[in-house]
């Protein structure tokens, strides 16, 4: 399939003189090679841990706008937090987990394809569930192509700096809390959620990054996170006049949760 990488938009001039950009577009490459992108259009953000550009897919995506959430190359992440994320999740044989505590390259090559697994996989099961999650379409060891929430004219807006109307707060809030309600029912505790990781486009919420995912039934700080994402999505409605008790909630879930849902 012979297809042109920069497409004809400007905007790609701007993001590939530096080396670390151009090992990102190498990670796209695959979805190219493999005939689901077709043109790189820009970056949509750049963060610690990944980049996400914004990509046209091809019919084989439904000719859609789509991200490919690029990880940065290993020597360049921190994993600082991962032990709490990491408890109870299989992290290879003997040899491979030796390598990852030495902090040796290939210990954190490693390392780093199991994050764009786990949240792929993570991803892919929730969006069956019915999460508002993005859908995603394909993964290699460095990157993830998923559903871009969006449009022509950019991304949809981090729920931290979005145009929330005070009738629609308790709305927002009463859907997010079904969506960690949900995500618990299929053993799944986002971690880090709060509102720099929730887009929010025409009145829908889309809840992004679960790399650090974690599963209750192995990971004794699950419930301690649970608290914490809880208290996060909260707070933030609490501004815009949507009062709850953070603790109820968590406590209700969790004790839900541990009953099995009886």
């Known amino acids: 399939m012979s297809v042109d990488p920069w497409g004809d938009d400007p905007a790609t001039t701007a993001f590939t003189s530096r080396a670390s950009d151009v090992a990102d577009i190498a990670a796209i490459q695959e979805f190219i090679d493999e005939g689901m992108v077709a043109s790189i259009l820009g970056v949509v953000k750049s963060g610690k841990e990944a980049t996400v550009y914004r990509c046209q897919g091809t019919r084989a995506v439904g000719g859609r706008l789509v991200a490919a959430k690029v990880y940065h190359e290993s020597a360049h992440r921190g994993f600082n937090r991962a032990g709490d994320y990491e408890q109870g999740r299989w992290v290879g044989s003997r040899t491979m987990r030796a390598a990852i505590a030495a902090k040796k390259d290939l210990g954190r090559q490693f390392q780093l394809g199991l994050w764009v697994e786990h949240e792929f996989e993570t991803l892919s099961n929730l969006g069956y569930a019915g999460a508002d999650v993005p859908e995603v379409f394909a993964c290699t060891e460095r990157a993830i192509l998923m559903e871009f929430i969006g449009d022509d004219q950019g991304a949809a807006p981090l729920l931290q700096h979005a145009p929330i109307r005070a009738d629609e707060a308790g709305g927002l809030f009463g859907r997010l809390l079904w969506n960690i309600e949900l995500w618990l029912r299929n053993d799944v505790v986002h971690g880090d959620l709060s509102p720099f990781n929730i887009l929010y486009r025409r ?60």
């Open 203 to 262: 009145g829908r919420l889309v809840v992004i990054d679960f790399p650090q995912a974690v599963d209750p039934r192995s990971n004794p700080s699950a419930r301690r996170l649970l608290d914490r994402d809880v208290h996060n999505v909260a707070a933030f409605f609490a501004r815009h006049g949507v009062n709850s008790d953070a603790r109820t909630i968590t406590h209700r879930l969790w004790e839900s949760y541990r009953r099995g849902w009886r």
